[in-house]
């Protein structure tokens, strides 16, 4: 099939484009043209390159227009961050598409009730970021089921991959944690540690997009949790870190607002938006419809992407 991807150079574009030309599909990769594949590829040469700044186009209404003139079978959107850009897309591709499928994310879930969450369950999302993609959510969906557009969304938890910092087990971007944990000092956690994430290794995003092409039928008008087999508590990944490095895990735990004081402010918020959402997805919709079955689970995952970051000396040890 003539596959376009959208914003296909970054974190899932780098495994999800290669897979999808070792499937033999003609795929075009739209992006600005800004930014390399995190890993080099053969099969990057096979890739037509359309260069286009999609918030550009999208604010004077050409952005649709540009991606149905490639005349393609399927469109994977992996960068649309508002309702009116997912509309626009819609609009001009509406009986010219045999599969739309986009990249939403695990934070349409909001607060869970019951965990591990499924997709079933009422969303209640919150921040602008988790709101937004609810609405491009429910949208494509309603589209789906109402008038037959051919949309999936696909729901990914934290993207996990080697050449960029996992979220940390403080719920944050700061390599010095892994650092501190593999040397052995102090680290100190929100709360009791208990709160949760949910990573997943890009290359299983990319294999999530891959079965939803293949499994058609079963993924139009259908939303899927993708993350790794199971979330991990702050303190149990802490403690697994330090272990990778032959320590036991120094833990102290402070209150919310003490814990806040002692990080950068950019850190903090970070934080509190992943322990505020503690994301705890099944999969067990993506096994049973899309045959999606992850090779990493969230330690494994991360502990790649650390190897990677201690050859880079961005983590210590
Ligand atoms: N990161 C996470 O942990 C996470 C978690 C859940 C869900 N998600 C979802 O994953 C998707 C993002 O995927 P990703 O992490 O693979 O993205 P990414 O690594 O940020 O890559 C973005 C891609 O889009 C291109 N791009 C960026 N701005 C563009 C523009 N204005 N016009 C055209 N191309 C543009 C980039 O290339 P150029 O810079 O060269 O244009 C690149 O190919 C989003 O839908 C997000 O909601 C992410």
Known sequence: MRIVVIGGSGHVGTYLVPRLVWAEHEVINVSRAQREPYKADSAWRLVQQVTADRTAEDSVGVFGRRILELKADVIVDLICFTLPSAQQLVGALRGQVQHFLHCGTIWTLGHSVEVPATEDTPRRPFGEYGIQKNAIQDYLLDEARRYGFPATVLQPGHIVGPGWIPINPAGNLDPEVFTRLARGDEVTLPNIGME?????????????????????????????????????????????????????????????????????????????DHIAHSPNASIGKAQRLLNYRPRFSSLEAIQEAVQVLIQKGIVQI
């Open 196 to 272: 949760t994430l949910h990573h997943v290794h890009a290359d299983d995003v990319a294999q999530s997009f891959v079965q939803a092409i293949a499994n058609r039928s079963a993924s139009i008008g259908e939303a899927f949790h993708v993350v790794s087999p199971a979330a991990l508590t702050l303190r149990g990944y802490a403690e697994k870190v330090a272990g990778w490095f032959g320590r036991s895990a120094k833990l102290r735990f402070l209150p919310w607002e003490e814990w806040r004081k002692k990080v950068a402010e950019e850190a903090a918020e970070l934080t509190w």
